[in-house]
């Protein structure tokens, strides 16, 4: 069973910078996802970004131009680099993959940004 272990959430100021990591219990093929999804209070999780294979990455919109996925395979990790945020970016935010059509979900890292 894979584990997904994430690091680096905190609180931050707007315009600031964080950067996420997400590192896996086990090798998780290149063509498989590996990602990030966020919660906030009172919605429904959603994707942010997310890398497959030599596919483009995918990000929500609101994040676009502002947040960059990136995926060391050989160290089963993925990053979210997010700059410029602000406070509607705070949430939780939990690494995703997915093998053998199973969902795993790391226990996610809170990233609070104050106005």
């Known amino acids: 069973q894979v584990q997904l272990v994430e690091s680096g959430g905190g609180l931050v100021q707007a315009g600031g910078s964080l950067l996420l990591s997400c590192a896996a219990s086990?090798?998780?093929?290149?063509?498989?996802?590996m990602g990030w999804y966020r919660q906030a209070p009172g919605k429904q999780r959603e994707l942010v970004a997310r890398r497959r294979g030599g596919r483009d990455p995918d990000y929500a919109d609101s994040v676009r131009g502002r947040f960059t996925i990136s995926r060391d395979n050989a160290k089963n990790t993925v990053y979210l680099q997010m700059n410029r945020l602000k406070p509607e970016d705070t949430a939780v935010y939990y690494c995703?993959?997915?093998?053998?059509?199973?969902?795993?979900w790391g226990q996610g890292t809170q990233v609070t940004v104050s106005s």
């Open positions: 995703h993959t997915r093998d053998s059509g199973i969902d795993y």
């Open positions: 086990e090798t998780i093929f290149a063509s498989n996802p």
